[in-house]
């Protein structure tokens, strides 16, 4: 990841939306979403390494952290470089438990991509299967990170071969999921396939993983994984197959994610009910920086000093410190965005994204 890592540097970056990728994790409870995103945010230096795995930084509310469990959506903004070239990662992380299954919802309009995170030995469950088919409702392409390949090895003390074929199931049952709840315009595009790198292994625990693509270049094959926890020297695959790379390489990849302007497009007819000539529709779709500001809210907290702070997507226009805003038809006009609430203050200009 780059060493700027200040909000500065962000926001200076948001205004390339190219290198832009609005994400979420999604998958069904306990198969490791905040456990992995705690990797991310050690590599961008928000969280010590040292406890990364076990802070399950974003649940950030005590009785998450009590109940092992994420309640709300939490958000957070990373920076990584890929071939010499920074991104911005949005990251949105997700409930698991079907209780939640509004929170995710309201998320989903958010995000473009969504990594969907499985539990290798628990492989596809019915939630994973409800937040997919969520996903594909809402036009946010998947990809697939298989997790706790750690638990084959030494639970299930399965050999190489057999992990093969346990992970290669895991990969058609999921592809199954898009195609039965995919549109016929982007199901066959959005299957995922291990050599085109829409597939990560790995383990979120442990703090690595690997695409294809990585274990080629680094001559590392399952025999290698296996004997590194049949000699307990597996303490080195972080360094080796780093976890974050795994992850937010797959996710920046063109073809992989959309950036908000190709997303913007094929999306937005699917997911605002309001008239999409209008001036704000094709602002919108056209992802226009001086367009009338228009921001899907998907979470709203009350904070001790700064008082109440609303978290969301801004789909076009802009918000800058200073700014009135307004809930829709609480002033002037109204924007239907669905069920959710979006602000709408057309004389601000641009400042994030």
């Given at each position: 990841m780059p060493k700027f890592r200040q909000t500065a540097e962000i926001l200076k970056l948001m205004s390339k939306k190219e290198n832009i990728r609005n994400i979420g994790i999604i998958a069904h409870i306990d198969h490791g979403k905040t456990t992995m995103t705690d990797s991310l945010l050690a590599e961008a230096g928000l969280l010590s390494p040292r406890i990364a795995g076990e802070a399950r930084a974003l649940d950030y509310l005590e009785e998450e952290q009590k109940r092992g469990i994420t309640i709300k959506t939490a958000n957070i903004s990373l920076l990584h470089e890929m071939e010499g070239t920074p991104y911005v990662i949005n990251l949105i992380d997700t409930p698991g438990h079907v209780d939640f299954t509004g929170k995710v919802t309201r998320a989903l309009r958010a995000i473009d991509g969504a990594v969907v995170v499985v539990d290798a030995v628990e492989e596809v469950m019915v939630q994973t299967e409800t937040v997919t088919r969520q996903a594909l409702e809402e036009r946010v392409q998947p990809v697939l990170f298989i997790n706790k390949v750690d638990r084959l090895i030494k639970e299930l003390k399965l050999n190489p071969d057999e992990i093969q074929k346990k992970l290669i199931r895991i990969i058609r049952d999921f592809n199954n999921l898009i195609d039965i709840y995919g549109e016929p315009e982007f199901k066959d595009r959005w299957r995922v396939d291990p050599a085109k790198e829409t597939v990560a292994f790995g383990s979120?625990?442990?703090?690595?993983?690997?695409?294809?693509?990585?274990?080629?270049?680094?001559?590392?094959?399952?025999?290698?994984?296996?004997?590194?926890?049949?000699?307990?020297?597996?303490?080195?695959?972080?360094?080796?197959?780093?976890?974050?790379?795994?992850?937010?390489?797959?996710?920046?990849?063109?073809?992989?994610?959309?950036?908000?302007?190709?997303?913007?497009?094929?999306?937005?007819?699917?997911?605002?009910?309001?008239?999409?000539?209008?001036?704000?529709?094709?602002?919108?779709?056209?992802?226009?920086?001086?367009?009338?500001?228009?921001?899907?809210?998907?979470?709203?907290?009350?904070?001790?000093?700064?008082?109440?702070?609303?978290?969301?997507?801004?789909?076009?226009?802009?918000?800058?410190?200073?700014?009135?805003?307004?809930?829709?038809?609480?002033?002037?006009?109204?924007?239907?965005?669905?069920?959710?609430?979006?602000?709408?203050?057309?004389?601000?200009?641009?400042?994030?994204?």
């Open positions: 979120a625990l442990h703090k690595w993983g690997f695409t294809l693509n990585i274990a080629q270049q680094k001559g590392i094959k399952f025999k290698d994984i296996v004997e590194a926890y049949k000699k307990e020297e597996y303490q080195a695959l972080p360094q080796l197959l780093p976890l974050h790379t795994a992850i937010l390489d797959m996710v920046v990849k063109n073809k992989n994610m959309p950036n908000p302007i190709e997303a913007q497009k094929y999306r937005l007819p699917k997911i605002w009910k309001g008239d999409i000539n209008s001036e704000i529709g094709q602002a919108m779709l056209n992802c226009e920086d001086n367009g009338p500001t228009v921001m899907c809210i998907t979470l709203a907290q009350m904070d001790p000093q700064a008082g109440l702070v609303a978290t969301g997507r801004l789909f076009s226009g802009s918000v800058k410190s200073g700014d009135q805003v307004y809930l829709v038809g609480a002033k002037k006009g109204r924007i239907e965005y669905n069920r959710f609430p979006c602000i709408w203050e057309p004389s601000a200009k641009l400042s994030t994204r």
